[in-house]
């Protein structure tokens, strides 16, 4: 069983920046995928973000140059910087985490419970 709580969402102006975290716990960690996802009420969840178990990470063109994901493995937290935020970028993030060696693209199996992101005047 693994366990992931996001946080460090909230509001914020276009233009500013937010950093989400996501504490996971339950197992050794060192060999999993973890990605962040994104869904707006009414509408299908997307991916914004990936890092694998090497570091190696992907994103989205809708936040590339803009969003950065990092992990910290002795913390055994992952971290998404939003900078230059957007007000289509409100809507709930999700951390997620997949057993997966070399690369982060998969069907996760592991979902944290979202945290609200908000980008307004």
């Known amino acids: 069983q693994v366990q992931l709580v996001e946080s460090g969402g909230g509001l914020v102006q276009p233009g500013g920046s937010l950093r989400l975290s996501c504490a996971a716990s339950?197992?050794?960690?060192?060999?999993?995928?973890f990605g962040w996802f994104r869904q707006v009420s009414g509408k299908e969840r997307e991916w914004v973000s990936c890092?694998?178990?090497?570091?190696?990470?992907h994103y989205a063109d809708f936040v590339k140059g803009r969003f950065t994901t990092s992990r910290d493995d002795a913390t055994d937290t992952v971290y998404l910087q939003m900078d230059s935020l957007k007000p289509e970028d409100t809507a709930v993030y999700y951390c997620?985490?997949?057993?997966?060696?070399?690369?982060?693209?998969?069907?996760?199996?592991?979902w944290g419970q979202g945290t609200q992101v908000t980008v307004s005047s």
């Open positions: 890092i694998n178990n090497a570091g190696s990470t």
């Open positions: 997620a985490t997949v057993l997966l060696l070399n690369s982060c693209h998969a069907a996760y199996g592991y």
């Open positions: 339950g197992r050794n960690l060192d060999y999993y995928a």
